[in-house]
T-cell receptor, first 115, second 114 residues
Framework: EPEVTQTPSHQVTQMGQEVILRCVPI?????FYWYRQILGQKVEFLVS????????KSEIFDDQFSVERPDGSNFTLKIRSTKLEDSAMYFC?????????????FGPGTRLTVL | AQSVTQLGSHVSVSEGALVLLRCNYS??????LFWYVQYPNQGLQLLLK??????LVKGINGFEAEFKKSETSFHLTKPSAHMSDAAEYFC????????????FGTGTRLLVSP
């Protein structure tokens, strides 16, 4: 069964460093999303991406964040200069857009730890 | 704006007992409602969804949920808990149209004891 994959599973970085989180969505999907979950808190929407551009972003998704679909398979989230408060689990999701509610399929997540 | 409230960050049941996880939502337009389950070190897996039609929806692993518009609720139930049901459960809401970001509740950890 097709699934969304994410790498790495765990990333440790120093404050101020750049990190790139990678996702491989399900191959025929057209809608892509990033969510994050700070430990003990709710899963929060960051950004949605369709047709090679951002379709919606939350107030969390400031200038330090960017997304890219560099080729036909990967979808990346970049944080330019990490802060302690960026430590969280980051989930990628994709959807086919073929049904009215656009079911989203989630990857296993990347745990980002900023020291 | 939409929001979801899940009452109880932890719910403990004995194996074989009824499972009831509560979810209330707020939405100014007809909602689409979801329950996701997260097992340790895994991603979010869709358990069940309500979009339109029948208000009692059945999902995987014997779970079901009932959409009650008058109560703005979408509680998750299972008649008899199994040890394998121990996980984190998230209720989420979205609406028709747009790119349909999901708005999640804070999650409920289900603990099942022998």
């Amino acid at each position: 069964e097709p699934e969304v994959t994410q790498t790495p599973s765990h990333q440790v970085t120093q404050m101020g460093q750049e990190v790139i989180l990678r996702c491989v969505p399900i191959s025929n999907h057209l809608y892509f999303y990033w969510y994050r979950q700070i430990l003990g808190q709710k899963v929060e929407f960051l950004v949605s991406f369709y047709n090679n551009e951002i379709s919606e972003k939350s107030e969390i998704f400031d200038d330090q964040f960017s997304v890219e679909r560099p080729d036909g398979s990967n979808f990346t989230l970049k944080i330019r200069s990490t802060k302690l408060e960026d430590s969280a689990m980051y989930f990628c999701a994709s959807g086919a857009g073929t049904d009215s509610y656009n079911e989203q399929f989630f990857g296993p997540g990347t745990r980002l730890t900023v020291l | 704006a939409q929001s979801v409230t899940q009452l109880g960050s932890h719910v403990s049941v004995s194996e074989g007992a009824l499972v009831l996880l509560r979810c209330n939502y707020s939405s100014s337009v007809p909602p689409y409602l979801f329950w996701y389950v997260q097992y340790p070190n895994q991603g979010l897996q869709l358990l069940l969804k309500y979009t339109t039609g029948a208000t009692l929806v059945k999902g995987i692993n014997g779970f079901e949920a009932e959409f009650k518009k008058s109560e703005t609720s979408f509680h998750l139930t299972k008649p008899s808990a199994h040890m394998s049901d121990a996980a984190e459960y998230f209720c989420a809401v979205t609406t028709l149209g747009g790119f349909q970001k999901l708005v999640f509740g804070t999650g409920t950890r289900l603990l099942v004891s022998p």
